[in-house]
């Protein structure tokens, strides 16, 4: 019995020292796996990924390659291309370039209008072919575009840092320009793209181009475009810049009729990322800002508005007259504003016609509106010097370039019109705001009517119905 009583605290103890040795072993085991794989991240074996990838960062910023052995990959087979979604590779989150633009003002660099996420974005770098055969990999810096609404997705602008590479802005321009994931250097660029001048030319002081946000929904109040496109016309418009994410038929072929004219650039808008859902409607503000430095060469003045918007001035008859008045009006020895913004007022398509309208046309029709306007940067659109900004908002401008200033417009002096269907919130409760009547746009009806008729009988000619 002694030696039974002995022999159980043994076998007890051997238990205990066994599972202590397991105990050892595990860690042990565990420690040499961790061991090993921070070795292998600290020196990365030859012809690895992580070995390319830093051997490649050496000396990135402003690196040059002129072809032979060792020289980077070549842009992709196609033609530099313009206005077109193109993806960038590699990357772990969607990464989309549409266009290219050179920036002398606040920074030496290619600004490259893009989408992507909008907070911990892919680091990337951009590869810049020049006319003379040399290829220049460049710093980016990703920014993302300030009016996202939180979304996991924004319109961002790529900045292709110029400095320390020895090529002046204004060399690039007609260049090519790839932007490339940081995490894959030398893996061959998916997307190529022009590189447009923004030098603003001479004799455009007087000129007037408008933006509008990317068409969808099929758009296709066409009997209105034209109403629309004509009072613009009358007031001073002698450019639109249009994008396309779907219309109808007939909206298509109108468009069409106005492009011929010269008086419409309407570009694709395909962007495969999720509307309203992962970005903000269909990416409107990667068109905005693209249309700003689209239009820097040749727009002395850019009206940002949408389609069921007009600004009326209430004394000239157009908005370059009105905007020459009105930096006038400022003391020559300092700067007048470069953007001026315009307070808005709901004219509600569901209240009843004017009695007075003086042609069948709904600016003539649709006088009665909010008698209050909205504030200042509350739905307000704006007019402002292209060369005087750096990134626009849907209703007002982000950022100015340095010594610019924005100031907002009297309702006295002009207001922005705002044809809507239907209310903001649903129902029909907007319509009981308190309201009054509004003649301004009389002052253009009978020109007005001559204009829309004579181009419904050409459209009607050429148009499907």
Known sequence: MRWRARAAPSRAKERANISFFIFIMFFAVFGVIVLTELLLLERPTPGSTRSRYSDDLQGWEGRTETGGEGAEPPPPAHAPLDAVWQP????????????????????AAVRVIAATKTRG?????????????????LKARVKPIRENWNLKYSATYVLCLLRDSGVKPQDTVGASISIVASTAPNRPPTNLL???????????????????????????????????????????????YMYNESLSVQVACLLEHYRKQGLVTLLSWKL??????????????????????????????????????????RRERTLTALLTSLRASYNPQTKAPSA??????????????????PAPLVTSRKTRRWAAPHALKNRSKYALRPRDAV??????????????????????RALLHHYRIACEYGGMQCLTVPSTVDRTAHRWADELMLRVAAEKEQVARICPT
């Open 88 to 107: 960038v590779a590699g990357t772990r989150f969607r990464f989309y370039v549409y266009s290219a633009y050179v920036e002398r003002r606040t920074v």
């Open 391 to 412: 990134e626009l908002g849907n209703h007002f401008v982000w950022e100015l370039a340095p010594g610019a200033t924005s100031i907002g417009v009297p309702t006295d």
């Open 272 to 313: 495969p990322i999720v509307t309203k859902v992962e970005i903000r409607t269909e990416g409107q503000f990667a068109a905005f800002n693209d249309c700003l430095y689209r239009s820097m060469a040749t727009a002395g003045w850019l009206v940002v508005i949408d389609v069921d918007e007009v600004i009326l001035p």
């Open 194 to 240: 022009t590189i447009r001048d923004t030098e603003p030319k001479s004799g455009i002081e007087e000129t007037l181009h408008v933006c509008v946000k990317p068409f969808h929904f099929s758009y296709s109040r066409d009997e209105w475009l034209i109403e629309w496109f004509e009072l613009n016309r009358l007031l001073g418009a002698s450019h639109f």
């Open 340 to 357: 001026f913004l315009f307070r808005n007022a709901f004219f509600y398509l569901r209240w009843e016609d004017d009695p007075e309208a």
């Open 121 to 137: 974005a892919d680091p990337v770098v951009c590869r810049l072919w020049l006319a003379d055969n040399r290829t220049i990999t």
